[in-house]
């Protein structure tokens, strides 16, 4: 078993820390997992973006040409990797921000309004565990009780009072794509 | 031993700590500063020094005096700083000081960009400074070889007196995967460091560390003295890694993040039913010769892929002797130009395609 995933949206909405626990999450789960990330030198609102491989075998390449399980972010991201995504693949959207996404016919796309429900579970910087839960929801290569576990895992003991906000927008989006 | 998920830079930091290492001197630059970062926080628990200094230039002339007292020392920085240590990489060979360097290459020429390069394969492996000197390179493709490789050089440069390099880029820098870090172990012959000036301590013997050598013949001598040791090296130092090469009609040749690329590539082109195996150089000097000679005896054809526009290719084809092919594949570095296993695999296509 080898799957990957890419990730993408703008510095700031946590792309790179849903990557990061879902990679920790299978390191802890005895997988084996890279995670190769890419930003721009720009603290907030640059390009960002990562790539997970997870392998129950040898990882070879961190980096992937045409992923095959792809979250978009944001509407640059959307021109950029949308047309890259692996035929018969899957991508979430998140049309918040994405309005005009063509919708290919060769792979499957879902459409999440994951900046909206962001808000509504407290904060728009909620938005990478939206996706994440909502990943998980169609893709059960880890459990959500192992992602949530995780996120405690890789959280510095003074951001644990943020963890019941996390795990309620990974809950919203879980619940959206496992119906 | 419980398996830690971390960065490919910090895996360095680490493994360069439990190896003994106590003193680091350093200035930042993108994309390594983690190693910094790290052992800045780290080495002072273990009663290790921390500096940053001033330049580069001033951090490896630290090491070097750091080197010549005896102790178990390194720097690290990215391209463009390490080509302001050449000299005083090209005086530790002179001075015959081990010393660890680490390069976690960016693009390049010039300032370049933060991104992934190999661009530095000559530069490490030729000699890089003036004088004709040649130094230990070591090329990592994965976090735990970070770790691993970080020992190995310690020891292999305390060992031969030669300057170890560890040369990786932005993607094994930056990368985070599974690491298991494991307790160092000195090798029981690793020799002891009695050309040290640590003080007289008692005895009536004079040491010198020095590179310069004014009498008649007294260089040539002292010259062909340090080639009889990288003669040495090769003999016994090469590390590489086949794989699937046993039953191989074609052959990747990669190091480091390109390996790790070109691994993907090969496995697609053996679902594909292509038997196509990779060389990968773990040790570039010392290079695998002998084994790229080997595939060469059993007529194999070859590709190398680089992140340049082609250099570790000539000692391959030096290696080979004209017997086969060796086609190359590389993008320059620089933003967006990662090469993918897709691309890869489709050179393995064409380049097979073509001997077939």
């Keep these: ?179 | 031993m419980k398996r830690l998920f971390v960065k490919g830079n910090e895996a360095v930091a680490m493994g360069a700590i439990e190896a003994g290492c106590r003193y680091y001197f350093g200035y930042p630059i993108t994309p390594q500063s983690d190693i910094p970062e790290y052992i800045a926080r780290e080495i002072p628990k273990v009663g290790g020094v921390f500096i940053q200094a001033e330049s580069e230039i001033a951090s490896i002339n630290m090491l070097l005096g750091a080197s010549a007292s005896g102790a178990r020392a390194m720097t690290s920085s990215s391209s463009p700083g390490i080509s302001l240590k050449q000299e005083g990489i090209s005086y530790m060979s002179g001075s015959e000081l081990p010393g660890l360097i680490v390069n976690i290459c960016r693009s390049g020429p010039g300032l370049g960009g933060i991104d992934a390069s190999q661009a530095d394969y000559f530069q490490s492996v030729k000699g890089g400074g003036h004088g004709g000197y040649r130094i230990i390179v070591l090329a990592p493709d994965s976090v735990q070889e970070m770790y691993d490789l970080t020992m190995l050089a310690f020891d292999l440069s305390d060992r031969y007196r030669v300057p170890a390099l560890l040369l990786a880029d932005a993607v094994i820098g930056q990368v985070k995967e599974a690491l298991v870090p494991h307790p160092y172990v000195a090798p029981a012959d690793l020799p002891s460091k009695e050309w040290a000036v640590a003080g007289k301590q008692g005895r009536s013997d004079q040491r010198i560390v020095k590179s310069l050598y004014l009498g008649d013949g007294e260089l040539e001598a002292h010259n062909w003295r340090l080639h009889a040791k990288y003669e040495e090296l090769k003999k016994h130092e090469v590390r590489f890694e086949a794989y699937q090469t046993e039953d191989a009609d074609f052959v990747v040749t990669a190091f480091g993040s390109a390996a790790r690329i070109a691994k993907s590539a090969v496995m697609m082109a053996r679902e594909a039913g292509l038997k196509v195996g990779l060389l990968r150089p773990v040790t570039l000097f010392p290079f695998p010769e002998q084994a790229l000679s080997e595939l060469a005896d059993r007529g194999i054809p070859m590709l190398c892929v680089e992140l340049n526009t082609g250099q570790m290719v000539d000692d391959v084809r030096l290696a080979v002797k004209c017997r086969v092919d060796v086609a190359f594949y590389g993008r320059a570095p620089g933003a967006g130009s990662l090469p993918t296993p897709e691309e890869i695999f489709k050179q393995i296509q064409k380049n097979m395609a073509a001997k077939l």
């Design chain 1, 1 to 179: 078993m080898i799957q990957d995933f890419f990730m993408a949206g703008f510095g700031g909405q946590g792309v790179l820390l849903a990557g990061n626990l879902l990679a920790y999450t299978a390191i802890e789960a005895g997988l084996n997992a890279s995670f190769f990330p890419a930003y721009g030198v720009e603290k907030r609102g640059g390009a960002a973006n990562c790539t997970v491989v997870l392998s129950d075998g040898d990882i070879g390449s961190p980096v992937i040409g045409h992923p095959s399980t792809v979250l978009l972010f944001n509407p640059l991201a959307a021109e950029k990797y949308y047309p890259q995504v692996k035929v018969g693949g899957f991508c979430l959207a998140n049309s918040s921000l994405i309005k005009d996404l063509s919708i290919r016919s060769d792979i499957e796309t879902v459409m999440i309004p994951a900046t909206d429900m962001a808000i509504e579970a407290g904060d728009a910087r909620l938005i990478n565990m939206v996706m994440l839960g909502a990943l998980l929801g169609r893709n059960q290569i880890v459990s959500l009780d192992a992602v949530k576990s995780g996120l405690a895992g890789i959280l510095p003991e003074r951001n644990h009072r943020f963890l019941p906000m996390n795990n309620k927008a990974i809950d919203a989006g879980f619940a959206f794509t496992n119906r």
